[in-house]
Structures are given as structure tokens and as C-alpha cells.
């Protein structure tokens, strides 16, 4: 589990706990109720408990957001590290840094678009039904 990302809570069961821990950490829920030592039943009752699943749901986000942090962190040494590539005597890398560092700066322009006709949606809408 990444760090800053533990699970603690007293509203469910330690087993349930153990549960939610397992399938953060495993790949599929076979491999997670292997872990925790339940049985795929329980887990898919479980699952329709709004409590265990909120819980649940809760915790995938935080280590979604974790992951993210860490790969925010890191992402200057890898630009730092396509720019280096830039520099070097190889063509070929040099033509692939070049083609990652342009398809990523059209991608964030796209993003960027993106969010600006949302943005100016948003001002429509809350304009026409009246919320500012």
C-alpha cells in the first residue's frame, strides 16, 4: 500500500477490514478474498452493504489519489529526463523524446480546451436556471 494511504476504521468488522486491505493491495477480487481469507460470496454480500461499500469506495479513491500524488512528484524528473534525450547523439531517441514531449503537450492543450468550453457550459446553464 502506498504510503500515507492505511485503512483504519471502527465502523466495520476487522474481517471486513482485512477484506477492503486485500483487495486495495491484489489485482482481482479472486486474489484479494484469497488474501483475506473469505469467500466470494461474503465479499459480494459485502459489496451490497452501503457501509462496506462507501467504506470501500472511499479508500480505492484515497490510493487513486495517493498514486496520482506520487507520480505529480515524479513527473519533473521524467520531463527532465525527455529533455535530456533531446540532447543526445542517437536520432531515434532523440526523435521518439521529441514525439512523446509534443503528443503530451497536445494533450494537456486539449485538456485544457476542454475544460474551458465545460467551464463556459456551466455559465450557460446556471445563468438560464437562474443560479450565479
Known amino acids: 500500500m502506498l504510503m500515507g494511504c492505511s485503512l483504519t476504521t471502527t465502523e466495520l468488522t476487522p ?7 486485500a483487495i486495495l493491495e491484489s489485482r482481482t477480487y479472486t486474489e484479494a478474498v484469497k488474501q483475506a481469507k473469505v469467500g466470494k460470496a461474503t ?6 452493504d452501503p457501509l462496506f461499500k462507501a467504506e470501500l469506495d472511499d479508500r480505492l479513491k484515497k490510493l487513486i489519489d495517493c498514486s496520482l500524488n506520487q507520480l505529480k512528484g515524479a ?3 521524467a520531463v527532465d529526463t525527455l529533455v ?3 540532447k543526445k547523439k ?5 526523435y521518439r523524446a521529441s514525439v512523446k514531449i509534443l503528443d503530451f503537450v497536445l494533450k494537456l492543450r ?4 476542454f475544460e474551458e468550453r465545460l467551464d463556459k457550459l456551466e455559465k450557460i446553464v446556471n445563468e438560464k436556471s437562474g443560479n450565479k
Open 75 to 77: 513527473s519533473g524528473a
Open 15 to 21: 474481517k471486513q477490514v482485512k477484506t477492503i486491505k
Open 43 to 48: 465479499l459480494y454480500e459485502w459489496l451490497k
Open 110 to 113: 486539449e485538456h485544457q480546451e
Open 90 to 94: 542517437d536520432p531515434n531517441l532523440q
Open 84 to 86: 535530456k534525450c533531446l
